[in-house]
Structures are given as structure tokens and as C-alpha cells.
């Protein structure tokens, strides 16, 4: 059902119901709507299921050409920064997983990595819980830019993609549930280690899994590297070369696809990636093939990576298997262990603070209620994330609890870019090019 | 939260540490007790204990690492454009392996110019801007903190600019590091600081007829009781807090 009203402010709107497309041309025919301009303003989103998300996009056509293009963005907002100044550091963990819910151990080390810039014990760290943290990131790293290929196919009607696709992610979903207990939102790293060691037989499915994933991989590739539709639909397509990229702060995959070799774990290493043998991709072609080409290889990269992790884990000596800072002041005090009703505190650690040291409960419950006290100062650690650079600003005014955390999110930052991407281009591409930059809305709207 | 005098000990002699002791009683004092709790009676003991606040930190050169030579080739580039080092740079701070500049507002977008243009500092790339409140800190309660990349020369830099809360005015980034603009809206609609010259400075995440601005300090987080088998959680800021 058309209807016309005539506020004084926006001029003459029409709210069109569906399948009546007709109504509205001849009502505005009828009005005598400027003749001759064909411009048509419409609004993709908030709702629309090729955005990601609740991405909301305000088109200007003319005919299938996008004129103009504004990214609306805030319909997820969650106040996570905020609430997490209401909550000890070891409790903000639980709130900045669940950002970028595509990639949630990433939001945690980075993190992690501030407060333990700022605690000062960045160098503490048991060398098993870096291996750990290296191990879980590269296989988010993976299940991320799974999902990003499997819905830029679904986006372009191609079903087979997102099946395959979230078929293989979920290889990598059982993984994290085995080891943390959970297929997303982990809470797993925590600041000062991971929350427990990886549980046993963890070490043989991982090899399994590195073993079996360079066939599906290749099989997805087959698919997709050569086929005619695919190539048309994102050769050319969302042309952003470096300057822009520069220029509009963009990171990750979109700038490595235009030649740049900048990945912060080869060029600013942290938790000891310049250790570990891997290659960084790039593509130099700046469109949409040549970021799905990158996220292929880095993959590859990543399965690389978790291979070498694998092997450091297993020759770990048995004696040498803590994951937590040994700093009791900071540490967690309890180690997590399966009782009969679930996963818990282990009942070793209760028998004791409940039956044979006082000290030791007080230690407990302070270190968990109070949490510990973090030096005033404030950090900015980068990590690279399936994405692009996710930066946590860590301010500290020396309490137990964060005075400001601010999340860098490279989502947030990467769809600044669109409107440079799609305005002079076919309507029909900018769900390519909003796909190929892969924005994840928990992020940008923290 | 009460200020106190700090003792008067003029006629002490121009010992480092005596100096660093008055300068550390002259700080605000930013919690008393033991627990920093308010609402129930503290029964340690330690009720009149005063914890200050940490002085406003300005590190002394050396600063080690590449932070020197950055200082140098920074203040030869704002010669160029004929101003000192000292004119727009009030305090250099390095601490836990990074470095901040706080720069003066008035010359944040010279500062920036130098920092992104001139081929020996090379700061292609800005990560955006964190707004951070202080209250406490009067005359200079809100600031802008910028975070700087160069991926030519692999350093990074933070820039901070801090306003009075009566005066929330900074000068946009944005003809400098278009990807500001983005993180400007954010910061204004957060914090309340405003960006002059930014070409749309407009809520982001709020709604537009949003009142206030969330991140502040003075901005409740609001939340409501939480009953859970007979028991009565409160909101989280609420709740006991050890601060």
C-alpha cells in the first residue's frame, strides 16, 4: 500500500509496502516529481541480510548506478567500553569476547596484552600460554575468514560456498569447544595466561585438523579461484588502491590486497610470532578477488603456524605446564578442573582454601572479588586480527578496575571505506565490496 | 575526597628525594582506607590511610629506544615551520616502551602535518582517536589521545591533547588523516568533545536525539536490580567496588 504525506521538512515521501512499485511511479508521475530525475534514494539495511549484520546503507541511484553511498552504523552498540570500568580487569575478558563475535580469542589477547603492558609482566608470561594464545588465534584466524568467504559466496548466490564453508568452520568450532568449553565467547585468554592448559588428546585433533584442512581447503578453491561467475562478480569490483587505504586508515586482508606486505605479526611481533615460520600473502590487484585470494593463502599461513604450535606443545617438558603468570598476586589461584557437576574450580584447590589454609582463602576470595591492582598509566597494544589492526588503549589509574578501555576495532575503521568503493559503481557491487572488506557489526558497534 | 596541605618543609635541604616527596604530597589524594570502600566500615585499620595521586609523569631524555631521535627530527620539522619543539609540545612521557607528545590544541593539526608529510617521520597511517575523561583533573578534564603508525620507518607514536571541560573544543584531524572522521564522531558522541572543522560532526552509535554523552564520567551506567533465587543483585555500579 502506497500512502503520501508531505511534511514540510523533507518534501514529498512516499512509503512504499512492497509489490506495488507501479503505485508509487504513478502517484509521483501524477504529483509531477521532477520530471526526469531518475535519482532514487534507498535505504539497504538495517534488516537487509547481505550486511553483515545490522548495517544499515543510505544508496542514492541513479538508475543502477550508486551515486552516493552513507554507511549508517550504531544499531549494535552495547556499551561494551563502558561496562567493562564497572568490572575488574580479569572480568573484562568475558565482555570484550563477545565484540567481533567472529573472532573473540583476538578481542581477548588483545586485551590481555595491554593490561599485561601495563601490570608490567609482559615478559612473565609462561612460555606455554603464549604457545597456547598463538595456537587458538591462528585457528580463529581461520574460522573468521571462513565465514567471510562462505557468506561473500552466499551474498553472490552461491550456496555451495556457505555450506561447504561453515562446514569446514565447523571443524574449527569443535577445536575451541574441546579447549575452552565453548564454540564463541570464550572468556579463555585471561591477563596474565590462558584459563586452563589444553585438555588431553587436544594435541592429536589439532594435528587431524591440520592435516584435513589443506584438501577442503583446495576443494573450496576449486570452486572458486577460476570460475567464471566468481571472477565477475569481484574482478575490478571495489577498487581500493594503497593511498586510499592510507588515507582511510584501512588494515588487514583489503590492504595487503594492494601490495603492501604489512601485517603487524611479521612487522611488530608479539606473543613471539617472529619465531614461528610463516609468509605474509598479497595480492597486488586492489579489488574484491584479490582479498579473497589473500585470506585463501593466509590460511594456508595459518595452518602453518598451528602446526609449529602443535609441535612446541607436545615437546612441552611435563614439569613446565603452567599457563598462568606466576605471580600469586596476579595469577588466577584456581586451576579449572571437570567435577561431576561441570567445569569448575578443581576439587583440590577447594579442599584446600575450605579445609587446611585460612591464608589461603582470603587469598582466594580477594584475588576474585577485589581483583588485583594494575600501576596507573595507560598502553596501546595492536594485534592483527583476521580484519586488520585491533588496538585496545588501556588507561589505568592504578585501581583494580580499568579506568578507560578503548577498542580500536578494524571493522569500525575498514567501512570508512565503502562509500570510496561503490559510489560510481553498479548497485549490484556494493554487496560485493561491503562482503570483501567483511565487517563484523558486534565490532564496529562495540 | 579531600585535599591536604603538604607539610612545610622549606628549610629542608634540595634533596632529590625530599623534593620528590613534597611534589608526591602535593598530589590530590585519590582514595583513603585500605579497601577504598564506602559503604560498609573498613576494619582493617588502615581507615586514614591516604593513597595520592600519581604525578602528571614528564620523562627526562634520554628516553631510550628510537624515542630521541624522534623527539630530534620532529623538533627540526616544527623549525622548519617555524615553531619550537617546546612551543607545541608541553610534556613528552615514555613509559612502557611507548611514547606519547602532549601536544597544545592550537598546534595539534601542525603537529600532525609535520608528523604525516615530513619523508624522516613518515606517519602514514592514525589508528583513530580514544577520548578519555578525567574530572578530577580541572582545567584539563578531557582528552584526545591519538595513536600514530609509520609503516615506513615501523614506529608508533601517541599524540594526547587534553581541554577543560568548560572548553571541549580540539581542532579535527580530519584534513590531516581522513580516517578520523569516523573516530572524531565517536569521540563526540562519547565524550562530548567537539571537533572543529570536521565536516559532520554527528552521533555514531547513539541515537541522534541521544541526551548526554555516554562514556563520561559523570554518565551513570544505569542497570537495574537483579532478583536471583529470593536475593537481590544490584546494578553493577551499584555494587561494592574496591577502587
Given at each position: 500500500m502506497t500512502s503520501r504525506t508531505e511534511p514540510e521538512t523533507e518534501g514529498r515521501v512516499y512509503n512504499v509496502g512492497g509489490q506495488d512499485w507501479d503505485e508509487v511511479v504513478a502517484a509521483a508521475d501524477e504529483a509531477g516529481d521532477r520530471p526526469g530525475d531518475e535519482r532514487l534514494i534507498v535505504n539497504m539495511g538495517p534488516q537487509h541480510p547481505s550486511t553483515h549484520g545490522v548495517l544499515r546503507l543510505v544508496l542514492t541511484l541513479d538508475a543502477e548506478t550508486v551515486t552516493e553511498l552513507r554507511p549508517v552504523i550504531g544499531y549494535l552498540h552495547t556499551g561494551i567500553e563502558k561496562n567493562m570500568e564497572f568490572r575488574t580487569w580479569t572480568q573484562g575478558v568475558t565482555f570484550c569476547t563477545r565484540m567481533d563475535y567472529l573472532s573473540p580469542l583476538f578481542n581477548e589477547t588483545a586485551f590481555c596484552l595491554a593490561t599485561e603492558q601495563l601490570l608490567g609482566i609482559t615478559d612473565r608470561i609462561p612460555e606455554r600460554a603464549t604457545v597456547i594464545r598463538v595456537l587458538m588465534m591462528e585457528l580463529n584466524r581461520i574460522s573468521s575468514h571462513l565465514m567471510a568467504i562462505a557468506t561473500f559466496g552466499l551474498e553472490l548466490g552461491a550456496t555451495t560456498v556457505l555450506l561447504n564453508g561453515l562446514r569446514e568452520r565447523e571443524k574449527v568450532l569443535d577445536l575451541f569447544e574441546l579447549i575452552t568449553g565453548l564454540r564463541m565467547n570464550h572468556a579463555y585468554i585471561r591477563p596474565g595466561g590462558v584459563s586452563q592448559d589444553l585438555p588431553s588428546g587436544a594435541i592429536e585433533r589439532i594435528r587431524e585438523f591440520v592435516g584435513l584442512m589443506p584438501a577442503l581447503l583446495g576443494d573450496m578453491r576449486k570452486l572458486l579461484d577460476a570460475n567464471p561467475v566468481y571472477l565477475a562478480r569481484t574482478k575490478n569490483i571495489a577498487y581500493l588502491d594503497l593511498a586510499g587505504c592510507m588515507t582511510l586508515g584501512v588494515t588487514g586482508p583489503v590492504l595487503r590486497s594492494t601490495g603492501l606486505p604489512w601485517d603487524l605479526r611479521k612487522s611488530q611481533p608479539y606473543c613471539g610470532y617472529e619465531t614461528y615460520e610463516f609468509d605474509v600473502p598479497v595480492q597486488d590487484t586492489c579489488d574484491a578477488y584479490g582479498r579473497y585470494l589473500v585470506r585463501m593463502d593466509e590460511m594456508d599461513q595459518s595452518l602453518r603456524i598451528i602446526a609449529q604450535c602443535a609441535d612446541r606443545l607436545a615437546g612441552h617438558r611435563q614439569a613446565d605446564n603452567r599457563v598462568m603468570v606466576a605471580d600469586a598476586k596476579i595469577g588466577w589461584p584456581a586451576q579449572l578442573a571437570l567435577g561431576p557437576d561441570g567445569l569448575g574450580n578443581s576439587p583440590d584447590h577447594i579442599k584446600h582454601i575450605m579445609g587446611q589454609s585460612m591464608e589461603a582463602l582470603i587469598h582466594h576470595f580477594k584475588l576474585v572479588t577485589e581483583g588485583f591492582r594494575v600501576p596507573a598509566g595507560q598502553v596501546y597494544a595492536a594485534i592483527e586480527s583476521p580484519r586488520g589492526e585491533l588496538g585496545c588503549h588501556a588507561v589505568s589509574d592504578?585501581?583494580?578496575?580499568?579506568?578507560r578501555i578503548h577498542f580500536r576495532d578494524p571493522s569500525f575503521t575498514n567501512l570508512q571505506a565503502l562509500p570510496a568503493m561503490c559510489e560510481?559503481?553498479?548497485?549490484?557491487d556494493v554487496i560485493a565490496a561491503v562482503a570483501s572488506t567483511d565487517p563484523v557489526m558486534g565490532g564496529v558497534d562495540r | 575526597m579531600t585535599s591536604e596541605q603538604p607539610p612545610d618543609q622549606a628549610a629542608a635541604p634540595a634533596d632529590e628525594a625530599a623534593v620528590a616527596g613534597r611534589e608526591r604530597l602535593s598530589e590530590q589524594v585519590a582514595r583513603t582506607g585500605?579497601?577504598?570502600?564506602?559503604?560498609?566500615?573498613?576494619?582493617?585499620?588502615?581507615?586514614?590511610l591516604m593513597i595520592r595521586r600519581p604525578p602528571a609523569l614528564s620523562s627526562p631524555r634520554p628516553y631510550g629506544s628510537y624515542f630521541d631521535d624522534l623527539a630530534d627530527e620532529l623538533g627540526t620539522s616544527l623549525e622548519q615551520a617555524g615553531l619550537a619543539f617546546g612551543d607545541a609540545i608541553e610534556r613528552v612521557v615514555a613509559d612502557r616502551g611507548e611514547l606519547t607528545f602532549h601536544v597544545r590544541r592550537e598546534h595539534l593539526t601542525t603537529v600532525a602535518g609535520r608528523l604525516r608529510d615530513d619523508p624522516a617521520l613518515a606517519f602514514e597511517l592514525c589508528t583513530g582517536v580514544s577520548g578519555v575523561h578525567y574530572p578530577a583533573d580541572s582545567g584539563r578534564e578531557l582528552h584526545a589521545v591519538y595513536h600514530l603508525v609509520s609503516l615506513t620507518r615501523n614506529r608508533r607514536l601517541r599524540l594526547e591533547v587534553s581541554v577543560p571541560d568548560s572548553d571541549p573544543h580540539v581542532p579535527t584531524m580530519v584534513r590531516v588523516y581522513p580516517t578520523c572522521d569516523w573516530h572524531e564522531r565517536e569521540t563526540w558522541d562519547f565524550f562530548g568533545l567537539i571537533f572543529d572543522g570536521h565536516p559532520a560532526l554527528t552521533r555514531i552509535e547513539m541515537p541522534d536525539d541521544w541526551k548526554g554523552h555516554p562514556q563520561r564520567k559523570d554518565y551513570p551506567l544505569g542497570g537495574i536490580p537483579v532478583e536471583y533465587r529470593g536475593a537481590t543483585v544490584p546494578p553493577p555500579d551499584e555494587r561494592r567496588a574496591y577502587e
Amino acid at each position: 500500500m502506497t500512502s503520501r504525506t508531505e511534511p514540510e521538512t523533507e518534501g514529498r515521501v512516499y512509503n512504499v509496502g512492497g509489490q506495488d512499485w507501479d503505485e508509487v511511479v504513478a502517484a509521483a508521475d501524477e504529483a509531477g516529481d521532477r520530471p526526469g530525475d531518475e535519482r532514487l534514494i534507498v535505504n539497504m539495511g538495517p534488516q537487509h541480510p547481505s550486511t553483515h549484520g545490522v548495517l544499515r546503507l543510505v544508496l542514492t541511484l541513479d538508475a543502477e548506478t550508486v551515486t552516493e553511498l552513507r554507511p549508517v552504523i550504531g544499531y549494535l552498540h552495547t556499551g561494551i567500553e563502558k561496562n567493562m570500568e564497572f568490572r575488574t580487569w580479569t572480568q573484562g575478558v568475558t565482555f570484550c569476547t563477545r565484540m567481533d563475535y567472529l573472532s573473540p580469542l583476538f578481542n581477548e589477547t588483545a586485551f590481555c596484552l595491554a593490561t599485561e603492558q601495563l601490570l608490567g609482566i609482559t615478559d612473565r608470561i609462561p612460555e606455554r600460554a603464549t604457545v597456547i594464545r598463538v595456537l587458538m588465534m591462528e585457528l580463529n584466524r581461520i574460522s573468521s575468514h571462513l565465514m567471510a568467504i562462505a557468506t561473500f559466496g552466499l551474498e553472490l548466490g552461491a550456496t555451495t560456498v556457505l555450506l561447504n564453508g561453515l562446514r569446514e568452520r565447523e571443524k574449527v568450532l569443535d577445536l575451541f569447544e574441546l579447549i575452552t568449553g565453548l564454540r564463541m565467547n570464550h572468556a579463555y585468554i585471561r591477563p596474565g595466561g590462558v584459563s586452563q592448559d589444553l585438555p588431553s588428546g587436544a594435541i592429536e585433533r589439532i594435528r587431524e585438523f591440520v592435516g584435513l584442512m589443506p584438501a577442503l581447503l583446495g576443494d573450496m578453491r576449486k570452486l572458486l579461484d577460476a570460475n567464471p561467475v566468481y571472477l565477475a562478480r569481484t574482478k575490478n569490483i571495489a577498487y581500493l588502491d594503497l593511498a586510499g587505504c592510507m588515507t582511510l586508515g584501512v588494515t588487514g586482508p583489503v590492504l595487503r590486497s594492494t601490495g603492501l606486505p604489512w601485517d603487524l605479526r611479521k612487522s611488530q611481533p608479539y606473543c613471539g610470532y617472529e619465531t614461528y615460520e610463516f609468509d605474509v600473502p598479497v595480492q597486488d590487484t586492489c579489488d574484491a578477488y584479490g582479498r579473497y585470494l589473500v585470506r585463501m593463502d593466509e590460511m594456508d599461513q595459518s595452518l602453518r603456524i598451528i602446526a609449529q604450535c602443535a609441535d612446541r606443545l607436545a615437546g612441552h617438558r611435563q614439569a613446565d605446564n603452567r599457563v598462568m603468570v606466576a605471580d600469586a598476586k596476579i595469577g588466577w589461584p584456581a586451576q579449572l578442573a571437570l567435577g561431576p557437576d561441570g567445569l569448575g574450580n578443581s576439587p583440590d584447590h577447594i579442599k584446600h582454601i575450605m579445609g587446611q589454609s585460612m591464608e589461603a582463602l582470603i587469598h582466594h576470595f580477594k584475588l576474585v572479588t577485589e581483583g588485583f591492582r594494575v600501576p596507573a598509566g595507560q598502553v596501546y597494544a595492536a594485534i592483527e586480527s583476521p580484519r586488520g589492526e585491533l588496538g585496545c588503549h588501556a588507561v589505568s589509574d592504578g585501581g583494580t578496575r580499568p579506568y578507560r578501555i578503548h577498542f580500536r576495532d578494524p571493522s569500525f575503521t575498514n567501512l570508512q571505506a565503502l562509500p570510496a568503493m561503490c559510489e560510481g559503481g553498479m548497485v549490484a557491487d556494493v554487496i560485493a565490496a561491503v562482503a570483501s572488506t567483511d565487517p563484523v557489526m558486534g565490532g564496529v558497534d562495540r | 575526597m579531600t585535599s591536604e596541605q603538604p607539610p612545610d618543609q622549606a628549610a629542608a635541604p634540595a634533596d632529590e628525594a625530599a623534593v620528590a616527596g613534597r611534589e608526591r604530597l602535593s598530589e590530590q589524594v585519590a582514595r583513603t582506607g585500605m579497601f577504598g570502600t564506602e559503604t560498609t566500615g573498613d576494619t582493617s585499620g588502615y581507615g586514614g590511610l591516604m593513597i595520592r595521586r600519581p604525578p602528571a609523569l614528564s620523562s627526562p631524555r634520554p628516553y631510550g629506544s628510537y624515542f630521541d631521535d624522534l623527539a630530534d627530527e620532529l623538533g627540526t620539522s616544527l623549525e622548519q615551520a617555524g615553531l619550537a619543539f617546546g612551543d607545541a609540545i608541553e610534556r613528552v612521557v615514555a613509559d612502557r616502551g611507548e611514547l606519547t607528545f602532549h601536544v597544545r590544541r592550537e598546534h595539534l593539526t601542525t603537529v600532525a602535518g609535520r608528523l604525516r608529510d615530513d619523508p624522516a617521520l613518515a606517519f602514514e597511517l592514525c589508528t583513530g582517536v580514544s577520548g578519555v575523561h578525567y574530572p578530577a583533573d580541572s582545567g584539563r578534564e578531557l582528552h584526545a589521545v591519538y595513536h600514530l603508525v609509520s609503516l615506513t620507518r615501523n614506529r608508533r607514536l601517541r599524540l594526547e591533547v587534553s581541554v577543560p571541560d568548560s572548553d571541549p573544543h580540539v581542532p579535527t584531524m580530519v584534513r590531516v588523516y581522513p580516517t578520523c572522521d569516523w573516530h572524531e564522531r565517536e569521540t563526540w558522541d562519547f565524550f562530548g568533545l567537539i571537533f572543529d572543522g570536521h565536516p559532520a560532526l554527528t552521533r555514531i552509535e547513539m541515537p541522534d536525539d541521544w541526551k548526554g554523552h555516554p562514556q563520561r564520567k559523570d554518565y551513570p551506567l544505569g542497570g537495574i536490580p537483579v532478583e536471583y533465587r529470593g536475593a537481590t543483585v544490584p546494578p553493577p555500579d551499584e555494587r561494592r567496588a574496591y577502587e
